[in-house]
Nanobody, 114 residues
Framework: QVQLAESGGGLVQAGGSLRLSCAAS????????MDWYRQAPGKQRELVAV???????NYADSVKGRFTISRDNAKNTVYLQMNSLKSEDTAVYYC????????WGQGTQVTVSS
């Protein structure tokens, strides 16, 4: 069993930055692919960023050049650095681990105001 706990969300103005964290209850970050998803009201959940077990990364076109996914194996934590935030980035952000059927965090709210 794996528990994921997101943190770092909040209210920021457009153009600002936030760093989201996803702490795993077991040492799984270094050896499994991890994802960040987001879901805005009335929209489907969207895959935002991926970091594979071998260290490659992928991003949705909407966040390329602005968001960076990374991990700290010693802390068993995945991060999402979000820069140049836009109002359309407003959503609940979820951490996901590709283990068995998949594990989800409870989500953290990111609100970007104009």
């Amino acid at each position: 069993q794996v528990q994921l706990a997101e943190s770092g969300g909040g209210l920021v103005q457009a153009g600002g930055s936030l760093r989201l964290s996803c702490a795993a209850s077991r040492s799984i970050v270094s050896s499994n692919t991890m994802d960040w998803y987001r879901q805005a009201p009335g929209k489907q959940r969207e895959l935002v960023a991926v970091i594979t077990s071998w260290g490659s990364t992928n991003y949705a076109d909407s966040v390329k050049g602005r968001f960076t996914i990374s991990r700290d194996n010693a802390k068993n934590t995945v991060y999402l650095q979000m820069n140049s935030l836009k109002s359309e980035d407003t959503a609940v952000y979820y951490c996901h681990a590709r283990i068995n059927r998949g594990y989800w965090g409870q989500g953290t709210q990111v609100t970007v105001s104009s």
